[in-house]
């Protein structure tokens, strides 16, 4: 019975394929996550400028 190592030779390509799948999807969350903070930052600048001229009109100042 002869030893060729490709067992071994499988068992670590199998274990490459995990590596990589996880790697993917680590790095699709940290691509979803910062897409989200964006958004979430975008929003709150909108929104602060939103309130902005809400306040300055009903001040009655219409210079905006």
Not at 10 to 18: Q, Y
Not at 29 to 51: A, D, E, M, N, P
């Given at each position: ?43 709150s ?20």
């Amino acid at each position: 019975m002869g030893h060729n190592g490709s067992w071994i030779s499988r068992n670590t390509a199998g274990v490459n394929r995990s590596a990589l799948r996880e790697f993917g999807e680590a790095q699709l969350y940290r691509q979803f996550t910062t897409t989200v903070q964006v958004v979430i930052f975008t929003g709150s600048l909108l929104s602060f400028k939103t309130f902005t001229i809400i306040i300055t009109c009903i001040n009655g100042n219409n210079n905006l």
